[in-house]
């Protein structure tokens, strides 16, 4: 993973698919991966139900439907999605933390000193080498 910032109920992820799923888009198989992971974890701890839909095709909808994808195109697409996502949790309504180095779920800190305290974090940068 590369960036990413997790809020009170939403996240920003930029990430990379390294390889093809079969034909599905790289979001697709993500989506139906994460949701069947974060399932399996609701129904372990009785919390399921907070998900559960009516519908013909599917009893739980974990992800809004529709999410947002942008491609990262160019280091100059890269960046600025990068501090779009780390200003989120201090800009508009949310105002979690004082600036966006202090807000703890998020790789902002990361990409100030280096340091990766979660332990998965790669350098965006280092993919837009030749941009």
Known sequence: MFAFVLMPNHLHLIWRQNKLNGKEKPQSSF???SAHEFLKVLK??????FYKIKAANKAYEIWQRDSLSVELFSRDVAEQ???????NPV????KLAKDDLGYTFSSARYYETGVDEFGFLKNLFDEFDGY
Request: charged fraction near 30%; glycine fraction near 10%; hydrophobic fraction near 30%.
């Open 31 to 33: 989506l139906k991966y």
């Open 44 to 49: 372990a701890t009785g919390q399921s139900e």
């Open 81 to 87: 999605k990068l501090r779009y996502i780390h200003a």
């Open 91 to 94: 800009k508009g309504k949310w």
